[in-house]
Structure formats: structure tokens, C-alpha cells
């Protein structure tokens, strides 16, 4: 160390030794006078402790006063004060080791800090998530409620082995102009499909809805054979054709033409529902007529558009159509390819193929014999096999051989396939089946000859739930990838007897809603529409409701009740017939068999959403009739279709609609309501209950407010249809003339109920006497009423006590007011005379019958 160096040198020379670090959370160590003092402290305690010692004159303080300082050392020894408490801000030691031990304690708090902090955002997250679709699920309800439905989403694409189709081929609509090739649709955006408008397509249908119900109440009036026919079909097809223009889109036409398959097997009208077994051989039988008719039309288009190639000649037998149609097919490739087997340039199974997937399976058998020796060379048994599954024989068991080499030709492997008679490859087929309807048709066929194709073969029986299964699987977005033709996706359930997924698919469509109902209503006129026999909860933006393990079912009632409360008050008229449609035999549920007690059931529910209806729009008279002035009663809208509900009296009319309604609207208040309906269900009596208890609480509103009524009381309110209580006085007055004119009535009228309401209005005249300070006719008036000993003989007081006791309540909780007014009247008479400068007899006497009148009320 050089002579001149200091301490003060040294601690300066050490601080630069630290000034290229760069990282200012590592603090300098820093011993000073503190520091040293602190680290010398730690050493005597560390040795303290070590060494079990105490000062000697605090051992001797303790060891007086009792205290075990052995124990006491042992117990101190292991108690470290100066980490008893937890410094605010981190004391940084010269100590390396501890300053780590603070920075490792620090990060952990940290850390927990962090922690809890993303904690706390991630439930806000959550809480707003859980809000919104909470107010999400509110809007889906109130649109629900108001009939507006949301948009389906879009379900995931599945890979698998359905060919998506196209919109535009002759099976699935006739807008295109070729098999398989696309058709654009435009949306009108501007028409959302709403029902707050009325719409001309919304008439149309509503019409038809109308003459259904014309001629459901025909055919429930007249006999059976002179019932009139009404086709429902025809005319929904026709109300869809004429709003062709608003909807532009044709595909909607080959939908009816689908139901139309479906329908002509079901009677529909008063039959019940059809379902089980039944109901699937309905669809089965109906989807495969359909897809064969619809290719055969797109054959007979192909050969029309290209006549040349196809070379039929003038009138075509459908041989020579199938033969031109593959001429045309065959021709744009040039040549017929090398792998179809052909004789005489004829692709023979080609043709065989195509006789089948129209339809034409006599022509198939016969062109097949007419070929048998060719047809024999390759395949010996075909024609035998044949012959026998379409004559359902079981005489010929067991499959075709098939191999590798004899499905080279893919219509032959296609023919094999949906005969049911060779354990064909997927990848067989796959140049003949590459549309939508040739794989539903293929595999439809498959399910309509399961049985005749399990008779004969091993194979496993093609299932009608399986593939329904599969369909849904697959979902919209594998049909409709884009999302520009709903309508597709909607046919492939319909063709695989998801009759109630489909109705429900078009529901979440806005522009389609209106069609989606009245194919609703179309299946459940024919039965063919599964729906639950009791109210289940479905969700608010589905009208699927099911059980577990149980097929979807459909809520007819909750559909059509929504579709009549959204139109609009002008067809009214329109809405009552829709909720009338709740029952359709064809709508009852399977479940209970559609006996007696389903119809009673469909029965209540109508009646209870039309009241709930009526209610709403509250035009009584002209859907229950009307009381004319001269007293006749005249009908209402409702009346004639009553045979729908199963009415058949006016008193039945009368306790299943028109008392409900009354009842209703005497709970909520409507007196006006009120008093028309029970006039209408001829609850004459009722009606002067309800005035007199109408009245009651007018009286002791008057007679608790001293005379004065505020407006906020008794004032008419906003509703012109709601009488205030003011009116009251007046109704109760025209009715009782009314009744009083009318012998007929008042012969049925209760007396009691009479006496109750003439003797309310007796003392509403007494209080609006008073309350106007004309004293003597008050009195008048309630000594005509004879509820008050006013006689001035004492001894019949009690007399009239019990007789006021045996009063109706309307006017009981109103005699201490009465009693009040009434000894006020008397008083203020007595002191107008008292104050009278006159002096004579008459006077006296008039004072002399107050006091007597006061005492006995008294």
C-alpha cells in the first residue's frame, strides 16, 4: 500500500470499481457505521443463542420473581425478533445471500400479484361474455315472441362421402338448365321476411288457411260423401307461384312437388296421424317416386336441349329417350368410354342403370330378357336374380358373384349396388353417383327393398334412421357451404323423412318463415308431422323439443300461435283461422294414438290462444257478437267456425270463450270488457255483481275523501276501452234500465243483487248531495234507501243494525262513512235552522225530529 493512501482514497477507488454496471436494481454495498453496528448486533445475539447465556442480573431479576430462566433461554433462544415483522419497502443487505433471498421472496409477490390481477380480468371477461349472451338470449325470446326468428348458423363441414349437389339440378329445383349445374339466387335484402307488414305473398296464404277452415266446418256440418274435397296442396303451390316475385327463387315449387309425393298416400282431413313403420314407408316410397320422376323430367330435358346428338327420332319410346340421353352424355366425351361394356354401340348396363334410376322397372326386366344371351356371357345368373327381386321371389338366394374385373363397367357396379345383390366398392360407383339425389335415391332405393333384398341375400338391412343420422351429421354447411341456397339442405331432410328438422331449418331462414309455416301446417293436415302431446320446454330459438334417446318432435302450437300473434291487427280475421288450424286431426300426437283425448287436448289449446288472442285485440263484438238495440243478438266471425272446436250450443260457446274472457277481464279491471262479455254469455246477475262491487269501491273512495274525488282516483284512464271509476255510476244506471226493458231478463235477474245495486246508487246520490251542501235532498235520498234507523223510534234501531249486517260487503265496509255523512247532513240542518231569525212551530218541530233522528242513528 503507497505511504499516502487513506481510507477516504480507498472507499473512493472501490465506488468506481462499480460505475460500468449498467443494471440499476442491484444496489452498491454500502458498509457503513449502520451497517457494521447491525451486522455486530447479529454476531452477539448469534452468540447469545449459541452459548445459552443471560446477563446475570436479569438471571437473578427472574429467578425472584419465579421465572424459569433456563427454560426461558431454551424458548428465546429460537425466537428471531428482527424478523418478527416485514419491513414496507425491501432493506437491502450487504449480505449477498440475503439480498438474493429478498429478490428470489419479491419476484414470488410479484407473481401472485400478476396472477391475481389476470385473475380479475379474465372474470370481467367472463361476466361481460355471460352478460351479452344473456341479453342475447332475452332478444331471441322477444323475437321470438314477436315471430321473428334468427338466422341459422352455419354447421361444420364433415368429410365424407355425400356428394354436395347443386342448387340448380332438376331434382333439387328446375331453375337451371342442366342436371347437376348451378342455379344463382338473388336475395331481397329489403324483404327480411318479417310479419309486422302485411304482405301480399301473407294474404295469399291466409287465404288459403281460410278456405281450409271453409271447408274443415263444411265437412264437420254435412255428411261424409257430400263433403267438399279441398286440395291444399294445389293451392299453397299455387299462392308460392304467384309470389314468385318476392321470393325469386323457383326451388320452392319442387318442394311442394316433394310433400305432394308424400301426401298422396295420407287422406289427410279427419284422418289422425300417421306414424311409426307407416310414416317411414310414406317417405320412403314417396322421396324414391320423387327423384325418378324428377331425373326422368331432367332426361327429357337433356334430349329436348340437344336433340341433334341425341337422335331419338318423333315420338321416343323411353328406350330410345334413355338411349339419347346416353348419346348426349357420350357424345361430349367424344366416344363411349373403354371400360362400359357395348354391343351394337349400346352401353347395355348403361342402360339398364338408367331405366332403374327412372323408374321403369318392368322396361328394366323386359329389355334385360330381351339381352339375356348377351348379358349371360359375362354375368349367368344376372337376369335370373332380377327376375326374381322384382318379383319378390325367394326362390333364388345368395348374391352375384362379383369381381374386380366384372365392375370395370361403373353402371353395372351402380346396378349391382342398389339391387342389393354384390358386395359393390364404394369407389365402384363413384362415375355414376357424384350428384346429392343419386346418392339419396341409391340409398333410398336400398331401404324401400330392404326387405326383399334381406330375403334373398346376408346383407345388413338398409335403415331409414341411419341415414337420417348421417344427414344430420353432415349438417347444412356441407350442402350449402356458401350459405346461398338454404333450399337444398332443406330437400335432402325432407327426402330423408326429417320432416321436422326440416320445417325447423326453414324457420331460422327470414325469407322463408312464411313458406316454412304453411309446410307445417301441410304435413300436420296429412298427419305426417311428429308432435308432442304435452307442452315441453324447447329452446327459444328452435321449435325441436325431445327426449332423450326419442326422436325430435315438432311444436305445432307454439308455430302457429306465433304466426297468428305476428300479424298484424288488421287480419285479425287471419289469425283466428291460423290458431283454429291447432285442430287438425292430423296435428294430434301419435304418442296417446290421436284418440278422443288428443282432440280434446288440441281443443283447450286453441281455445286458450284464442282467448289469449281476444284478449289482445279486444274486438269482442265482432268475433262473439253483439246484443242489438232492439234485442236480438247478433252473430260474430267466431260463431260459424265453432264445429272446428267441437261447439255445438251457444251455452257451450258460452262457457269455453266467453265467460274465460269475461272472468279475464273483470280480474284485470276492464269493466267495460266486462260487462259486454257476461252481457254476451247472458250472466246477467254476474254483471250486477261486478257494478256493485265497482260501485263499493267508488262509494268509499267518495265517502273517504270527504265529498271530493281527485283525478288521479277516479278519473277515466288513457285505455278509451277501461271505464274510470266515474263511469261506473252511469254503466250501472243504463244497465239497469236495460234490463228492466227487457222482460226476459229481468224475470232471471236476482233480487238481491238488484236491491244491492239500486240502494249503491241511492247512496252515491246522497254523497254527490252532500258533497254539492244540498242537505235536505241528502237526507231525502238516504231515508229512501232504509238503511238507517231514521225514523226516530229508538227501539227499532237494532232492527235495522242486523239488517244492515246481512247486506252484501259492497256495502257494509261503507256504513261507517254513510253514518258519518249522515250525522253531518243532520247536523248541518239543525244548524242552519238553529240560526234562523224565524221563531216558530215549525221550526221547533223540524229541530225536535233532527235531535230524535240524531239520537237513534247515534
Not at 445459552?52 to 438471571?59: G, H, K, S
Not at 428482527?82 to 449477498?96: C, G, K, Q, T, W
Not at 277515466?716 to 254503466?731: H, K, N, W
Request: aromatic share 6%.
Amino acid at each position: 500500500m503507497p505511504p499516502n493512501t487513506s481510507l477516504s482514497s480507498l472507499l473512493e477507488e472501490s465506488k468506481r470499481l462499480t460505475t460500468h454496471l449498467t443494471l440499476a436494481e442491484i444496489p452498491a454495498v454500502q458498509r457503513g457505521i449502520d451497517l457494521l453496528e447491525s451486522e455486530s448486533r447479529k454476531l452477539v445475539a448469534r452468540s447469545v443463542r449459541d452459548g445459552r447465556t443471560l446477563d446475570p442480573r436479569a438471571q437473578t431479576l427472574l429467578a425472584s420473581s419465579g421465572v424459569d430462566t433456563d427454560r426461558l433461554a431454551d424458548s428465546s433462544g429460537s425466537t428471531a425478533l428482527l424478523s418478527a415483522f416485514e419491513m414496507l419497502h425491501p432493506v437491502y443487505d450487504a449480505n449477498v445471500e440475503s439480498f438474493l433471498g429478498q429478490q428470489q421472496e419479491q419476484a414470488i409477490v410479484n407473481a401472485i400479484e400478476e396472477s391475481e390481477l389476470a385473475t380479475l380480468d379474465d372474470f370481467d371477461r367472463t361476466m361481460t361474455a355471460h352478460m351479452q349472451t344473456v341479453w342475447e338470449e332475452a332478444q331471441r325470446r322477444l323475437f321470438e315472441e314477436l315471430g321473428q326468428h334468427q338466422g341459422a348458423e352455419p354447421l361444420a363441414l364433415v368429410d365424407a362421402e355425400v356428394p354436395r349437389g347443386t342448387a340448380g339440378s332438376a331434382a333439387f329445383g328446375a331453375a337451371s338448365g342442366g342436371y347437376g349445374q348451378p342455379s344463382p339466387l338473388s336475395f331481397d335484402l329489403a324483404d327480411p321476411g318479417r310479419l309486422r307488414v302485411t304482405l301480399p305473398r301473407v294474404e295469399r296464404y291466409a287465404q288459403v288457411a281460410r278456405k281450409l277452415n271453409d271447408a274443415r266446418v263444411a265437412a264437420a256440418t254435412r255428411t261424409i260423401a257430400s263433403a267438399p274435397k279441398y286440395d291444399l296442396l294445389a293451392e299453397l303451390g299455387k299462392a308460392t307461384a304467384e309470389s314468385g316475385q318476392e321470393l325469386k327463387s323457383k326451388q320452392l315449387g319442387q318442394t311442394w312437388k316433394l310433400l305432394g309425393h308424400y301426401t298422396a298416400s295420407t287422406p289427410g282431413g279427419s284422418s289422425g296421424p300417421v306414424a311409426g313403420p307407416r310414416r317411414d314407408e310414406v317417405v320412403v316410397s314417396g322421396a324414391c317416386a320423387y327423384l325418378e320422376e324428377t331425373f326422368v323430367e331432367h332426361v327429357e330435358r337433356i334430349v329436348a336441349q340437344y336433340p341433334h346428338d341425341a337422335n331419338v327420332g318423333g315420338v321416343p319410346s323411353i328406350h330410345r329417350r334413355i338411349q339419347g340421353y346416353l348419346n348426349v352424355q357420350f357424345g361430349r366425351l367424344g366416344r363411349v368410354p373403354a371400360f362400359l361394356e357395348v354391343f351394337n354401340n349400346e352401353a347395355i348396363w348403361a342402360h339398364m342403370y338408367m331405366l332403374y334410376r327412372c323408374g321403369h322397372r318392368q322396361e328394366l326386366l323386359k329389355y334385360a330378357l330381351e339381352m339375356e344371351d348377351i348379358i349371360t356371357d359375362s354375368d349367368p345368373g344376372f337376369v335370373a336374380h332380377l327376375k326374381a327381386f322384382f318379383d319378390q321371389s325367394p326362390t333364388i338366394r345368395g348374391e352375384i358373384p362379383v369381381t374386380a374385373s366384372s365392375l370395370e363397367d361403373p353402371y353395372k357396379a351402380a346396378l349391382y349396388k342398389v339391387l342389393g345383390r354384390g358386395n359393390v366398392p364404394k369407389k365402384a360407383t363413384v362415375e355414376v353417383v357424384h350428384t346429392t339425389e343419386d346418392y339419396l335415391w341409391s340409398n333410398l332405393v336400398l331401404i324401400r327393398d330392404a326387405a326383399t333384398i334381406a330375403a334373398a341375400t346376408s346383407h345388413a338391412r338398409s335403415t331409414l334412421p341411419a341415414l337420417q343420422a348421417l344427414m344430420l351429421k353432415f349438417g347444412a354447411a356441407h350442402f350449402d357451404p356458401n350459405g346461398n341456397n338454404p333450399l337444398l339442405y332443406l330437400r335432402v331432410l325432407l327426402l330423408c323423412g326429417l320432416l321436422e328438422n326440416a320445417i325447423d331449418y326453414l324457420l331460422q331462414i327470414d325469407r322463408y318463415q312464411i313458406e316454412a309455416v304453411h309446410m307445417g301446417i301441410l304435413l300436420a293436415h296429412h298427419g305426417l308431422l311428429a308432435v308432442p302431446a304435452t307442452e315441453q320446454a324447447g329452446s327459444f330459438s328452435s321449435y325441436l323439443v325431445s327426449a332423450d334417446g326419442e326422436p325430435a318432435l315438432f311444436d305445432f302450437m307454439r308455430m302457429i300461435t306465433h304466426y297468428a300473434r305476428a300479424l298484424p291487427e288488421a287480419a285479425t280475421d287471419d289469425a283466428v283461422n291460423y290458431l283454429l288450424l291447432l285442430t287438425l286431426p292430423g296435428a294430434a300426437s301419435a304418442h296417446d294414438g290421436g284418440g278422443e283425448a288428443a282432440r280434446t287436448r288440441q281443443r283447450a289449446q286453441c281455445e286458450q290462444a284464442l282467448v289469449r288472442l281476444l284478449y289482445e285485440r279486444r274486438e269482442y263484438a265482432h268475433y262473439l257478437g253483439d246484443i242489438q238495440s232492439d234485442g236480438t243478438r247478433k252473430r260474430g266471425y267466431l260463431e260459424r267456425l265453432l264445429p272446428l272446436l267441437g261447439i255445438t250450443s251457444s251455452e257451450q260457446f258460452s262457457q269455453t270463450i266467453i265467460r274465460r274472457l269475461a272472468d279475464r277481464s273483470r280480474d284485470e279491471g276492464r269493466l267495460a270488457d266486462t260487462v259486454l262479455l257476461y252481457n254476451l254469455g247472458e250472466r246477467y246477475n254476474t254483471v250486477l255483481n261486478v257494478l256493485c262491487k265497482q260501485l263499493g269501491e267508488l262509494l268509499y273512495l267518495r265517502g273517504s275523501t270527504n265529498g271530493t274525488s281527485t283525478a288521479a282516483d277516479v278519473s277515466s284512464p288513457s285505455d278509451p276501452m277501461v271505464l274510470g271509476l266515474d263511469d261506473v255510476e252511469g254503466v250501472a244506471r243504463a244497465v239497469l234500465e236495460h234490463y228492466k226493458q227487457r222482460e226476459h231478463i229481468a224475470r232471471a235477474l236476482e233480487a238481491r243483487a238488484v236491491a244491492t245495486c239500486n240502494t249503491l246508487l241511492l247512496l252515491l246520490s246522497f254523497l254527490n248531495s252532500h258533497r254539492c251542501t244540498a242537505y235536505e235532498e241528502a237526507l231525502a235520498t238516504i231515508e229512501r234507501t232504509q238503511l238507517l234507523p231514521l225514523d226516530g223510534d229508538v227501539s227499532l234501531a237494532g232492527q235495522h243494525a242486523e239488517k244492515v249486517r246481512n247486506l252484501d260487503e259492497s256495502i257494509t265496509r261503507n256504513v261507517s262513512l254513510i253514518l258519518l255523512a249522515t250525522m253531518d247532513t243532520l247536523s248541518r240542518l239543525y244548524a242552519g235552522l238553529k240560526e234562523s231569525p224565524f221563531v216558530d212551530a215549525i221550526k221547533q218541530a223540524n229541530m225536535l225530529s233532527l235531535r230524535r233522528k240524531a239520537r237513534t242513528l247515534m
